[in-house]
């Protein structure tokens, strides 16, 4: 390794997409950085948990810009520094202590799904909200039959809160995994521990890039 090595960035992402709810289309999507546009992804779309993580995202109305944050695996021990691109530190400290502060700069928190399509790829899928509530209600209490079994989310419900409408995911578990399957899952998770390894826990890598746009459609309940 080179000298200069040492001060080049070599950290590289460790999902190759990073999936969000669509509530008005009823599907998942992600950011085409290339393509500069998000991509829906219908359902049935079905995937395996490798990691659960919490942190927040959101926007910054003072500074413009998005509002992200570390990733931490204990929400209730472990400290959340908030940031927004253009706005610099927002919040920091264990998250029931700043969620109002974080709630006030227009953060909301996420739960950081890091799951592997049945090709094996890495995929980051982020939460929010009614969202969060449906995975919590379908799988609190069968959380150890996801080590076996994959996640498929078959259809959206539509839902109403006074005048608001909106859609939610409805989760459930998929058949359980074939030996090819699971060998390819300890392969995936592997290479994940290694990738959140390498970067420091108390930061986050993100970019402008990441698609941090402020949006109607999102619901909070």
């Given at each position: 390794?080179?000298?200069?090595s ?14 969000e ?45 998005g ?5 931490v ?76 079994e ?52 108390r930061?986050?890598?993100?970019s ?11 619901v909070?309940?």
């Amino acid at each position: 390794m080179s000298r200069k090595s040492e001060f080049t960035s070599s950290y590289e992402k460790p999902a190759t997409m990073y999936l969000e709810w669509s509530s008005n289309d009823k599907c998942f999507k992600y950011w085409n950085n290339d393509d500069k546009e998000n991509v829906l992804v219908q359902l049935p779309f079905t995937f395996l948990v490798l990691k659960e993580m919490h942190t927040v995202k959101g926007w910054h109305d003072k500074s413009q810009s998005g509002i992200y944050a570390n990733e931490v695996k204990n929400i209730s021990s472990e400290v959340i520094e908030v940031k927004s691109f253009k706005g610099g530190l927002l919040a920091k400290g264990i998250y029931k202590e700043i969620k109002e502060i974080i709630n006030n700069v227009g953060g909301n928190y996420v739960k950081s799904i890091y799951a592997m399509t049945k090709d094996g790829e890495i995929i980051n899928i982020a939460l929010k909200g009614a969202a969060v509530q449906e995975w919590g209600e379908a799988f609190n209490k069968g959380r150890s039959r996801m080590a076996d079994e994959g996640v498929t989310v078959a259809a959206a419900d539509d839902r109403k809160k006074g005048s608001v409408k909106y859609s939610v995911p409805l989760f459930a578990f998929d058949k359980s995994l074939n030996t090819k399957e699971n060998d390819l899952a300890d392969i995936a998770y592997n290479k994940l521990e290694a990738s959140l390894s390498n970067r420091d826990t108390r930061k986050v890598e993100a970019s402008e890039d990441d698609d941090f746009e402020s949006s109607n459609e999102e619901v909070d309940f």
